[in-house]
T-cell receptor, first 115, second 117 residues
Framework: AQKITQTQPGMFVQEKEAVTLDCTYD???????LFWYKQPSSGEMIFLIY??????QNATEGRYSLNFQKARKSANLVISASQLGDSAMYFCAMREKAGGFKTIFGAGTRLFVKA | DSGVTQTPKHLITATGQRVTLRCSPRSGDLSVYWYQQSLDQGLQFLIQ???????AKGNILERFSAQQFPDLHSELNLSSLELGDSALYFC????????????????FGPGTRLTVL
């Protein structure tokens, strides 16, 4: 079964607008962590934000915030005030305690920021 | 710059050959992870080491092996290479201490792009 689902293969957003990248996950483990990574065209994987399953508040890191809805098993990434440099591939990932803390990545969403 | 280094950056070799990819983790990190990113399979976890010991295994082929040395650098050995092994291979490192929610953020190196001809 697909553990991490990113349903948007590609998205466009206007510069300075906010954008939400969707991520749903599947686990029965109460202990897990959710991560978002950015992969620009240069290829490196850049850590953006983390949310723990026991965290009461949504994580925020600068222009990035994670809309964590535990009951719906969703962990959407919100990028505010998009910049041209935000154009990249974005991956959602999950790490379960029961899975030996292996990290599973979604298929990714390619974001295009238009000037 | 994540602080994780990988060499070489690019590698071109022929089918049937063997190659070694090298990774140096961030200073202070005890865990090293290897991932394979290909167009058809996406980003796949291969294996994790913690302080020299294997901790978790993913979709790693028997032709592939890895180890972590006392100085904490790691090597991924790929043998009997096939065309399908062409991919971007990432190393990541983390402190290695798990919180209750599987925290312990992984920081990725720049990757080694392997092309098998």
């Amino acid at each position: 079964a697909q553990k991490i689902t990113q349903t948007q293969p590609g998205m466009f957003v206007q510069e300075k607008e906010a954008v939400t990248l969707d991520c749903t996950y599947d686990t029965s483990d109460p202990s897990y962590g959710l991560f978002w990574y950015k992969q620009p065209s240069s290829g490196e994987m850049i850590f953006l934000i983390y949310q723990g399953s026991y965290d009461q508040q949504n994580a925020t890191e600068g222009r990035y915030s994670l809309n964590f809805q535990k009951a719906r098993k969703s962990a959407n990434l919100v990028i505010s005030a998009s910049q041209l440099g935000d154009s990249a591939m974005y991956f959602c990932a999950m790490r379960e305690k029961a899975g030996g803390f292996k990290t599973i990545f979604g298929a990714g969403t390619r974001l295009f920021v238009k000037a | 710059d994540s602080g994780v280094t990988q060499t070489p950056k690019h590698l071109i070799t022929a089918t049937g050959q063997r190659v070694t990819l090298r990774c140096s983790p961030r200073s202070g990190d005890l865990s090293v992870y290897w991932y394979q990113q290909s167009l058809d399979q996406g980003l796949q976890f291969l294996i994790q080491y913690y302080n020299g010991e294997e901790r978790a295994k993913g979709n790693i082929l028997e032709r592939f092996s890895a180890q972590q040395f006392p100085d904490l650098h790691s090597e991924l050995n790929l043998s009997s290479l096939e065309l399908g092994d062409s991919a971007l291979y990432f190393c990541a490192s983390s402190v290695g201490k798990m919180g209750t929610s599987g925290t312990d953020t992984q920081y990725f190196g720049p990757g080694t792009r392997l092309t098998v001809l």
